[in-house]
């Protein structure tokens, strides 16, 4: 089973990581999503759960309005050619949400380490980085180094890249 909230609430308490975190209806998209602008400070994830043509998995997380590139991306995050979008049953075996509730810390749940984490350079120069904790009704306002840190006590590395353009 998936972590709860709360599992990862906990996990983040143990670390001695500080969040806020604000509840909100669903949010399925960044436009959904700017409706909270003014709200929330800090810098606003969009994540592509995407996979190669070899199954392996990566995670990218970039700001809200950042403009990737599809066709290319693949040569920036090491992947084996082109990468596609990963199947809905792959995102919930994998970091245990749904489409629409992609977020960076969806990786607690991949304990067999089988997704690269990369995270967006332009996104990592905000102070305060928000992300859904496992769930689309609610945004998480984490500092940038502990989001890092975050990522590295999971068992993955923090992939800090120059992705968007």
Same mark, same amino acid.
């Given at each position: 089973?998936?972590?709860?909230?709360?599992?990862?609430?906990?996990?983040?308490?143990?670390?001695?990581?500080?969040?806020?975190?604000?509840?909100?209806?669903?949010?399925?998209?960044?436009?959904?999503?700017?409706?909270?602008?003014?709200?929330?400070?800090?810098?606003?994830?969009?994540?592509?759960?995407?996979?190669?043509?070899?199954?392996?998995?990566?995670?990218?997380?970039?700001?809200?309005? !950042?403009?990737?590139?599809?066709?290319?991306?693949?040569?920036? +995050?090491? =992947? &084996?050619?082109? $990468?596609? /979008?990963?199947?809905?049953?792959?995102?919930?075996?994998?970091?245990?949400?749904?489409?629409?509730?992609?977020?960076?810390?969806?990786?607690?749940?991949?304990?067999?380490?089988?997704?690269?984490?990369?995270?967006?350079?332009?996104?990592?120069?905000?102070?305060?980085?928000? !992300?859904?904790?496992?769930?689309?009704?609610?945004?998480?306002? +984490?500092? =940038? &180094?502990?989001? $890092?840190? /975050?990522?590295?006590?999971?068992?993955?590395?923090?992939?800090?890249?120059?992705?968007?353009?």
């Amino acid at each position: 089973m998936p972590k709860t909230e709360a599992e990862l609430f906990a996990f983040l308490a143990d670390l001695g990581i500080d969040v806020s975190t604000r509840r909100h209806p669903p949010l399925f998209t960044v436009a959904d999503s700017q409706a909270l602008r003014g709200e929330i400070a800090g810098g606003h994830t969009k994540n592509l759960f995407l996979r190669d043509k070899k199954d392996n998995f990566f995670l990218v997380s970039v700001g809200e309005e !950042a403009v990737v590139d599809l066709k290319q991306i693949h040569q920036v +995050i090491g =992947a &084996a050619g082109r $990468v596609s /979008f990963g199947r809905p049953e792959m995102l919930m075996e994998l970091l245990g949400v749904v489409p629409g509730a992609v977020t960076v810390f969806g990786l607690i749940n991949d304990t067999k380490l089988r997704v690269k984490v990369v995270l967006d350079q332009a996104l990592m120069d905000h102070a305060v980085i928000n !992300a859904h904790p496992l769930t689309n009704e609610a945004t998480t306002s +984490i500092a =940038a &180094a502990d989001l $890092v840190r /975050f990522v590295e006590a999971t068992g993955h590395d923090a992939a800090i890249l120059k992705v968007s353009a």
